[in-house]
């Protein structure tokens, strides 16, 4: 069982460069999630989708875009990386965002380690 | 606004204490609630949740949360705490909105 598995694990980048973390699941689940993870601040939500098709902005969405690509996949893209981009990077999914599915657990990766320097 | 409370950024316990991390929510009405912990280097992993019925559930790994309508709190307990409990904690939220909402964590440290 995958589950959720993101690429790449580790990641060094310049000031400027752009990359894109990848994030594929293989549960059937309709909404994904990137979270990034700071020391003392918890998990904060970049963007979610709620269904294929769909995208939004959570707490922190400035400097990334994401690509919900179909509905195993949802891609997070940083254009022009800047060193507070430093972080842990993390994408999760569960059912649905909606009724009974608000009591579903996520189910996360084991996150993508970035470095901007 | 919807939010997580973990108080306690550090706690620190001996192997084979009692352990108790606290946790309190502010939502409009009752949130499904979740534990998550997390090993270094790893992914969260769910350790319970509580959505309705019983106040005390049960989870993996020996753990156990008591929800408290009145105090808004959601406890994470074990009676007798391992080396390999060491890890970071999280309390989340669920609810009202489409987006959970995570504590800041705690970080568990076992003294052998």
């Known amino acids: 069982n995958a589950g959720v598995t993101q690429t790449p694990k580790f990641q060094v980048l310049k000031t400027g460069q752009s990359m894109t973390l990848q994030c594929a699941q293989d549960?059937?689940?309709?909404?994904m999630y990137w979270y990034r993870q700071d020391p003392g601040m918890g998990l904060r939500l970049i963007y979610y989708?709620?269904?294929?098709?769909?995208?939004d902005k959570g707490e922190v969405p400035n400097g990334y875009n994401v690509s919900r690509l179909n509905k195993r996949e949802f891609s997070l893209r940083l254009e022009s990386a800047a060193p507070s981009q430093t972080s842990v990077y993390f994408c999760?999914?569960?059912?649905?965002?909606?009724?009974?599915?608000?009591?579903?657990?996520?189910?996360f990766g084991e996150g993508s380690r970035l470095t901007v320097l | 606004a919807q939010s997580v409370t973990q108080p306690d950024i550090h706690i620190t316990v001996s192997e084979g204490a009692s352990l108790e991390l606290r946790c309190n929510y502010s939502?409009?009405?009752?949130?499904?609630l979740f534990w998550y912990v997390q090993s270094p280097g790893q992914g969260l992993q769910l350790l319970l949740k509580?959505?309705?019925?019983?106040?005390l559930v049960q989870g993996i790994k020996g753990f156990e949360a008591e929800f408290k309508r009145s105090q808004s709190s959601f406890n994470l307990r074990k009676p007798s705490v391992h080396w390999s409990d060491a890890a970071e904690y999280f309390c989340?939220?669920?609810?009202?909105?489409?987006?959970?909402?995570f504590g800041r964590g705690t970080s568990l440290i076992v003294h052998p």
């Open positions: 999760a999914s569960r059912t649905g965002v909606s009724g009974r599915a608000l009591s579903g657990e996520l189910f």
């Open positions: 549960m059937n689940h309709n909404s």
């Open positions: 989708s709620a269904s294929e098709g769909t995208t």
């Open positions: 939502y409009g009405a009752t949130p499904y």
């Open positions: 509580y959505f309705s019925g019983d106040t």
């Open positions: 989340a939220a669920s609810g009202g909105s489409y987006i959970p909402t």
